[in-house]
């Protein structure tokens, strides 16, 4: 059941909230401004080893997640029958790895 509650001061409490979300703006434009102020002399500089990180980042941003290429060439590889598996290689690989989780868990 809905109730219509009279003499309320919907446009007072509406006023109030428009007035409140107004000083929060202004609050963070002025803390925003706060943060931005520096001097003439402020500057940033990066080191040669910085500057390498960031280009290979760039680098490894473009490329491609999955090597569509390889993917392809296995897949026919594997439906064509001519696919083989190295045993030793692929037991390898899985010992590093478990060897490469021992020792992280060894860090924590």
């Known amino acids: 059941m809905v109730s219509e509650i009279k003499g309320s001061n ?11 979300q107004a000083d929060q ?5 002025k803390a925003a401004g706060n943060k931005t102020q520096g001097t003439a002399e402020d500057s940033v500089s990066l080191t040669d080893q910085a500057e390498k990180i960031q280009a290979l980042e760039s680098i490894v941003a473009s490329q491609p997640v ?10 026919s590889a594997i439906l064509d029958g001519s696919y083989t598996i ?10 590093d790895f478990e060897r490469l989780l021992d020792s992280k868990v060894g860090d924590s």
């Open 25 to 29: 703006v202004k609050d963070q434009a």
């Open 86 to 95: 190295d045993s030793n290689k692929t037991a390898d690989k899985m010992a």
């Open 10 to 20: 919907h446009a007072l409490l509406s006023g109030l909230a428009n007035q409140h």
């Open 66 to 75: 999955v090597d569509t290429k390889r993917v392809e060439a296995i897949r």
